[in-house]
């Protein structure tokens, strides 16, 4: 019998599937009752679950990132899917196709570090060049920015996902510089390589995705010059001669101005031509691949518009035959 993913749910569905578990509390409701909250998925997407009159034991059948067959119903609420289970039981990662759960195959994985590690290598500035050098060579850091996702939910929330929305930037900010001739091609790559790159840090997949300690301490953008410090220090000691101070600094103005405001988290708006270029690319493509995340797995299949969606603050016209 084929597996029932999650944006295969409908409304009032019996379901007796295995997904990975995540962000699970035992929670008290107002009559004092214990019951359990968790996230499902697999490599569809997920869904919130709720288990009533639970306790200690069956909070402690299973961790965050473990496989669970769960037997339940599915049910609508506020506008979204949500899945009522009335049975837990813990499942061995070897008796799983691990491929239902990966939204990037490993070999998918290793075609976008390549087609990165080929765009770095092709940069022009020699002290741009022997800073990408320094990340490709750095083995650590390189598997883990493979791994990351690029956030915990909202968009690239998978393992790969980091990686896949910096290829895919490179390819969107190449296509514009041709346009915007004020705009440094190099220095805007290398913007897009490090935007992010404190998210090896501050995200974590070990047990489903979470924040680490660091990411809630301190976050990407802090992580992310950390970073740029360090290679700048072995691009150094691979010329063996200062790296650019001004250079550092575009870079890591960069890393803090992205987001574009204050209001979204950046301590400092784009002042430069590239600052501004990678903020909005980057925001478009955070956008574009919500979208398609939306309108993949809307549950209002009748309809030619999709359920509220709380990210954007607005519905989103799907057209067509609904």
């Given at each position: 019998?084929?597996?029932?993913?999650?944006?295969?749910?409908?409304?009032?569905?019996?379901?007796?599937?295995?997904?990975?578990?995540?962000?699970?509390?035992?929670?008290?409701?107002?009559?004092?009752?214990?019951?359990?909250?968790?996230?499902?998925?697999?490599?569809?997407?997920?869904?919130?679950?709720?288990?009533?009159?639970?306790n200690e034991g069956i909070y402690k059948r299973f961790e965050?990132?473990?496989?669970?067959?769960?037997?339940?119903?599915?049910?609508?609420?506020?506008?979204?899917?949500?899945?009522?289970?009335?049975?837990?039981?813990?499942?061995?990662?070897?008796?799983?196709?691990?491929?239902?759960?990966?939204?990037?195959?490993?070999?998918?994985m290793d075609a976008m570090l390549k087609e990165l590690s080929?765009?770095?290598?092709?940069?022009?500035?020699?002290?741009?060049?022997?800073?990408?050098?320094?990340?490709?060579?750095?083995?650590?850091?390189?598997?883990?920015?493979?791994?990351?996702?690029?956030?915990?939910?909202?968009?690239?929330?998978?393992?790969?996902?980091?990686?896949?929305?910096?290829?895919?930037?490179?390819?969107?900010?190449?296509?514009?510089?041709?346009?915007?001739?004020?705009?440094?091609?190099?220095?805007?790559?290398?913007?897009?390589?490090?935007?992010?790159?404190?998210?090896?840090?501050?995200?974590?997949?070990?047990?489903?995705?979470?924040?680490?300690?660091?990411?809630?301490?301190?976050?990407?953008?802090?992580?992310?010059?950390?970073?740029?410090?360090?290679?700048?220090?072995?691009?150094?000691?691979?010329?063996?001669?200062?790296?650019?101070?001004e250079l550092a600094l575009r870079i890591k103005h960069m890393?803090?101005?992205?987001?574009?405001?204050?209001?979204?988290?950046?301590?400092?708006?784009?002042?430069?031509?590239?600052?501004?270029?990678?903020?909005?690319?980057?925001?478009?493509?955070?956008?574009?691949?919500?979208?398609?995340?939306?309108?993949?797995?809307?549950?209002?299949?009748?309809?030619?518009?999709?359920?509220?969606?709380?990210?954007?603050?607005?519905?989103?016209?799907?057209?067509?035959?609904?």
């Amino acid at each position: 019998m084929a597996r029932r993913s999650i944006t295969q749910l409908g409304e009032n569905e019996s379901i007796n599937e295995i997904y990975v578990a995540s962000s699970k509390q035992l929670r008290p409701n107002r009559q004092g009752n214990l019951y359990l909250q968790m996230q499902l998925s697999d490599k569809s997407g997920a869904v919130n679950a709720m288990m009533w009159n639970a306790n200690e034991g069956i909070y402690k059948r299973f961790e965050d990132g473990d496989y669970i067959r769960i037997q339940g119903t599915s049910q609508f609420y506020n506008g979204a899917m949500q899945v009522i289970v009335s049975h837990i039981e813990k499942v061995d990662a070897r008796d799983v196709d691990e491929s239902d759960f990966m939204q990037v195959s490993p070999q998918r994985m290793d075609a976008m570090l390549k087609e990165l590690s080929d765009q770095l290598r092709a940069i022009r500035n020699i002290h741009l060049r022997n800073l990408a050098e320094c990340f490709l060579i750095d083995e650590e850091l390189v598997a883990r920015f493979r791994k990351s996702p690029a956030a915990v939910k909202n968009h690239h929330a998978y393992e790969g996902g980091l990686l896949e929305h910096v290829v895919n930037l490179i390819k969107v900010g190449k296509a514009i510089v041709p346009f915007y001739p004020q705009v440094d091609e190099d220095l805007l790559v290398m913007g897009i390589l490090f935007h992010d790159m404190g998210k090896v840090d501050e995200l974590s997949t070990d047990k489903g995705l979470a924040y680490s300690d660091e990411g809630q301490l301190i976050g990407h953008l802090v992580s992310g010059v950390s970073i740029v410090d360090r290679l700048t220090k072995e691009a150094e000691k691979l010329a063996g001669e200062p790296f650019p101070e001004e250079l550092a600094l575009r870079i890591k103005h960069m890393v803090v101005s992205h987001h574009g405001k204050l209001e979204y988290g950046s301590p400092k708006v784009p002042m430069t031509a590239e600052a501004l270029a990678l903020h909005y690319i980057d925001s478009l493509d955070a956008h574009m691949h919500g979208f398609e995340k939306l309108l993949a797995d809307d549950v209002n299949s009748d309809s030619r518009w999709t359920t509220y969606s709380p990210q954007f603050g607005r519905k989103i016209f799907k057209g067509g035959d609904a």
